[in-house]
């Protein structure tokens, strides 16, 4: 009797488990998963996580101080929007730090290569000092559902925010 019992329960719970089908994760699981991916360098999961493609490579993005935030998860429909909160390197500070040494050394009997190679000496010392600010950028993640799975639609704030501000650094240089 209680064989039969167990293997009702278990015929009953099987059949719960096909029919409710592959469960979709959450827009806030899927924005936590993109971070996971970018920190483990797993850069092509992380991708396959966004509508479009990035403007820059993501494994150009310097992750080992990069956190981001999120809540206020908000769904209407195809459509979830979440309120994300990413730190990373001040990019535009880092390059201050390197433009302004950089005019000292060019005024300096040094070649083009030594140049080269003191600015990325240098480039590389800002981005490793636990001296470098964090930038924090604030941004309304939009996501999608598609085929039963929510993707990240950035844009260049997101981007903006994942690069401690490079898009804006650019943007910037390009106005001069």
């Known amino acids: 009797m209680k064989t039969a019992l167990a ?18 994760p959450s827009p806030n699981e899927t924005v936590t ?23 820059i490579p993501l494994n ?18 195809n459509r979830a929007y979440i309120h994300l909160s990413i730190n990373n390197l001040d990019f535009a500070w880092i390059m201050n730090e390197v433009i302004s040494q950089s005019f000292f050394w060019a005024f300096e009997e040094v070649t083009e290569e030594e140049l080269y190679e003191l600015v990325n000496e240098l480039l590389t010392e800002k981005m490793n000092s636990l001296d470098t600010p964090l930038v924090e950028s604030k941004v309304v993640l939009v996501l999608e ?20 501000g490079v898009l804006s650094f650019a943007e910037y240089v390009a106005g001069w």
């Open 7 to 24: 293997f009702a329960i278990l015929l009953v719970l099987s059949a719960c488990a096909v029919a409710s089908g592959p469960t979709t």
């Open 33 to 55: 998963a993109f971070f996971a991916h970018i920190h483990a360098a797993e850069f092509d999961e992380a991708e396959r996580l966004l509508t479009t493609e990035p403007p």
């Open 60 to 77: 150009e993005i310097e992750t080992d101080r990069l956190f981001s935030q999120h809540d206020n998860e908000t769904i209407e429909g």
């Open 145 to 164: 559902l598609e085929n039963n799975e929510w993707r990240i639609t950035p844009d260049d704030e997101f981007f903006d925010g994942l690069t401690g």
